[in-house]
């Protein structure tokens, strides 16, 4: 006995040597060493990861919601919220005038076509009149019919309940992104358009507290003004706001000079009527932009082109007469300028990232909840990957598997491509940074893939 435990003992220790040696090649193979990227953080926490754990609204802010909600008399409360929720995922953006003309002119010159193949002698001026109506009843069947939603004071409510919380911890989580990648940056002015419920100012209180002077909400709902400045007092109407110096305005600063240190519009360009009018408020966004500007919009194939749309237009056409010259250049999500790689793929995925949150607690409501969404940070500063490397981002869950990792990565060369992510190959560093990140953070990559494959 004696015998075979010292046998294994000598084992061990020759294990433990051959993973030091290991350990000591592995950092020559790959130079990079702890101190370049991670800066002193642990793995878990590497200046990629992003990701907040399971949000929960502040205090102030949920008793506030609770008071609302006992107060009110809207019957069904639960499951018009559950409707809303579901309409508004399923929302689509109101069809273009164009659009619906090259429709209409492909569906009549279809229905003229059969007619001559068919032949005999027809009434042209009947035939006309039939061909127009059958065109008119295919268009109603196949248009999404869009409509402005319009809050009353009731409406207002069930959007709370349904929206809330997770409206709230979307906007939170792309905002954490700008405090961590960039900690010297202490707003003094916000400016939140299509402020709803005033999600972008409790989420941006929580991280700016001590530097926000000067809140701007505009809404063209004067009910959704009421019940944001009503949250704003806590559990009483009668106690001073919680957060100090909001301003609710229906339309947006006249002045062009005018400028806020973070701009945010979240599940707002969605909202507006047609293509014109999206190009229209992203450029004036832009222009009270001083340092950053935040779209938020649902993780639906509808959010993400809207948002790939306000890229375009903010990063390709220039305006004629722009008061602050600095360009835009993407902060996040996307690692480049180039078109985004999803948009080319088949079936179409979406770039969207998930949140999770703790809801409203009322009758029926689970502990947690995921808010899928979509999101562009732009800035007034150009962001480079940093320090030499290439900060991909990961666009789906990390699968973790023994000594390897499988990482799906936005690249900045605009590909999208899998990576095997292996200690021998990457260093033992950038494997365990990629076993602790997950689907929305960032992955130092230190060398290209020669096997990595191109998912374009």
């Known amino acids: 006995m004696a015998f075979r435990a010292y046998g294994a003992r000598v084992l061990y220790q020759r294990v433990v040597a051959v993973r030091i040696m290991y350990r000591a090649l592995s950092a020559e193979v790959h130079p990079q060493s702890h101190a370049d990227f991670l800066k002193g953080a642990p793995h878990r926490k590497h200046p990629g990861v992003t990701n907040l754990k399971t949000l929960r609204l502040p205090d102030e802010l949920q008793k506030a919601a609770q008071a609302i909600i006992h107060g009110t008399e809207v019957s069904g409360l639960v499951g018009k919220a559950r409707s809303l929720t579901n309409f508004l995922w399923s929302r689509k953006r109101a069809p273009e005038d164009v659009t619906l003309r090259e429709r209409a002119m492909a569906l009549e010159n279809n229905l003229w076509e059969k007619t001559k193949e068919k032949g005999g002698d027809v009434d042209l001026q009947l035939l006309e009149t039939?061909?127009?109506?059958?065109?008119?009843?295919d268009l109603r069947k196949t248009t999404y019919h869009w409509s402005p939603m319009r809050y009353d004071e009731e409406l207002g409510v069930v959007y709370m309940v349904a929206k809330l919380a997770g409206g709230y911890a979307a906007v939170k989580r792309v905002l954490n992104e700008i405090k961590k990648r960039d900690p010297s940056f202490s707003p003094h002015s916000l400016l939140d358009f299509g402020s709803g419920l005033g999600t972008a100012v409790w989420a941006s209180h929580s991280f700016w507290g001590d530097t926000l002077k000067e809140m701007v909400c505009v809404d063209n709902s004067g009910a959704m003004n009421t019940i944001a400045a009503r949250l704003l007092r806590g559990s009483s109407e009668k106690d001073e706001p919680v957060i100090k110096q909001v301003y609710f305005r229906q339309f947006l600063p006249v002045?062009?000079?005018?400028?806020?240190?973070?701009?945010?519009?979240?599940?707002?360009?969605?909202?507006?009527?047609?293509?014109?009018?999206?190009?229209?408020?992203?450029?004036?966004?832009?222009?009270?932009?001083?340092s950053y500007l935040v779209l938020v919009e649902n993780?639906?194939?509808?959010?993400?082109?809207?948002?790939?749309?306000?890229?375009?237009?903010?990063?390709?056409?220039?305006?004629?007469?722009?008061?602050?010259?600095?360009?835009?250049s993407v902060f996040a999500p996307c690692p480049h300028e180039s078109p985004c790689p999803k948009l080319f793929q088949l079936p179409l995925v979406p770039?969207?990232?998930?949140?999770?949150?703790?809801?409203?607690?009322?009758?029926?409501?689970?502990?947690?909840?995921?808010?899928?969404?979509?999101?562009?940070?732009?800035?007034?500063?150009?962001?480079?990957?940093?320090?030499?490397?290439?900060?991909?981002?990961?666009?789906?869950?990390?699968?973790?598997?023994?000594?390897h990792v499988h990482c799906q990565v936005c690249c900045s060369s605009g590909e999208i491509k899998r990576v095997v992510v292996t200690a021998h190959r990457h260093g033992r560093d950038v494997y365990r940074c990629a076993r602790s990140s997950d689907w929305g953070d960032q992955l130092p990559i230190i060398q290209p893939e020669d096997d990595s494959s191109n998912l374009d």
């Open 130 to 137: 039939q061909i127009t109506k059958k065109v008119l009843s």
């Open 299 to 328: 993780g639906t194939k509808e959010g993400h082109q809207i948002l790939m749309d306000a890229r375009d237009i903010l990063l390709k056409k220039q305006e004629r007469a722009a008061h602050d010259p600095r360009r835009p």
């Open 255 to 290: 002045s062009p000079k005018v400028q806020f240190d973070l701009v945010v519009g979240a599940f707002s360009l969605s909202e507006l009527a047609s293509q014109k009018e999206r190009e229209d408020a992203i450029l004036t966004l832009w222009r009270k932009t001083s």
């Open 351 to 403: 770039c969207n990232f998930s949140q999770a949150y703790s809801p409203l607690p009322l009758p029926g409501a689970p502990d947690r909840l995921t808010e899928r969404f979509s999101y562009l940070v732009l800035s007034r500063t150009d962001w480079a990957g940093g320090e030499g490397l290439d900060w991909a981002r990961l666009t789906a869950p990390v699968l973790r598997r023994p000594r």
